[in-house]
């Protein structure tokens, strides 16, 4: 084999690695968030905010009144 | 005790090399002592060279010492070695060259490097190694 092997770091072997992978794992963890935020939730809030920007409660009412649906109101017809 | 782990944790997670002997400058904790490596160290050895040690305290102060982010330099080792002696307890002494394995993690370099430190002492108590007997395989 080789000459006597040499003394390794043998202290401190977490704290090394932990020092190295939390910063990257916050990180990437916060990367994920913010992708998620502006992939997901602000497409789907964009979403709603559009459909009710220019929603008529009361024609929806009215479609919903004719279509029958209500007790306690009846369509016109009846 | 328990502020012996923190200190050892504390002082482990303030190290940017292993193998500081120097203390560190008071940083992320309070103006308590720091204890050096070697001073750590010796307290280890002393404490399995207590010659009336019993197989609960040989088995604590192992559980203990295992549960530092650090593997045990070679002496500390050979004086828990000569403790198992003591004790008649060859199956703890094997488990224990096995934790050394284990706890080096990825570090593959750390385990031969305590064996041929202790070789002597594993002579010397006739003790075979893991490899040795073939348990080290799965």
């Known amino acids: ?78 | 005790m328990f502020s012996a782990v923190l200190r050892a944790g504390f002082r482990s997670l303030s190290r940017t090399r292993a193998n500081h002997t120097a203390p560190l400058a008071v940083r992320c904790y309070s103006h308590a002592e720091v204890e050096t490596d070697e001073e750590f160290d010796s307290r280890w050895v002393t404490y399995f060279s207590k010659p009336d040690l019993d197989a609960w305290e040989l088995r604590k102060g192992m559980n203990t010492l295992i549960g530092y982010d650090l593997v045990p330099e070679p002496k500390i080792i050979d004086s828990a070695l000569r403790a198992c002696r003591r004790l008649n307890d060859l199956a703890s002494a094997i488990r224990i060259l096995e934790a050394v394995r284990d706890k080096s993690g990825p570090h593959k370099e750390i385990y031969p490097y305590v064996i041929q430190e202790l070789s002597p002492t594993l002579q010397e108590l006739g003790i075979s190694t893991p490899e040795e007997l073939g348990i080290d395989k799965v």
């Open chain 1, 1 to 78: 084999m080789t000459m006597s092997l040499t003394k390794p770091a043998m202290r401190g072997l977490l704290a090394k690695r932990l020092r190295f992978h939390l910063p990257i794992a916050f990180g990437l963890s916060l990367i994920a968030a913010i992708a998620f935020k502006y992939a997901v939730t602000e497409p789907r809030n964009k979403a709603y905010a559009d459909f009710y920007k220019q929603y008529d409660a009361t024609k929806e009412f009215n479609a919903m009144k004719e279509a029958g649906i209500f007790e306690s109101v009846r369509p016109s017809g009846e």
